[in-house]
């Protein structure tokens, strides 16, 4: 059974920083790409980053590029992502995903539960 368990999340002031981590079990976690997404209030769920599955790849969007790093240790079954100079517009559910590095939610068929991030001005 595949499962995705995200961490780290918070509250902290604008410019500070985060690391969320996401925990996969269930599947041969090396052999996939995975993606961090995220979900503010009202919104529709966008990606944020992507990564591949040796972590040769990471694929950004334009609003975090420079700010955050994706990563991930395959020994570890673990995902990371590094959230430096968060701003408000940060704050959201993020969310991590199995199957892709590709910015289209479809791309990926698993997903976590969710770690809430809040930067606060």
């Known amino acids: 059974q595949v499962q995705l368990v995200e961490s780290g999340g918070g509250s902290v002031q604008a410019g500070g920083s985060l690391r969320l981590s996401c925990a996969a079990s269930?599947?041969?976690?090396?052999?996939?790409?995975m993606g961090w997404f995220r979900q503010a209030p009202g919104k529709e769920r966008e990606f944020v980053a992507g990564?591949?599955?040796?972590?040769?790849?990471?694929f950004y969007a334009d609003s975090v590029k420079g700010r955050f790093t994706i990563s991930r240790d395959n020994a570890k079954n673990t995902v990371y992502l590094q959230m430096n100079s968060l701003k408000p517009e940060d704050t959201a559910v993020y969310y991590c995903?199995?199957?892709?590095?590709?910015?289209?939610?479809?791309?990926?068929?698993?997903w976590g539960q969710g770690t809430q991030v809040t930067v606060s001005s």
């Open positions: 269930g599947f041969s976690f090396g052999f996939y790409a």
């Open positions: 995903a199995k199957g892709s590095y590709y910015q289209a939610v479809d791309a990926y068929n698993y």
């Open positions: 990564i591949t599955p040796s972590g040769g790849g990471q």
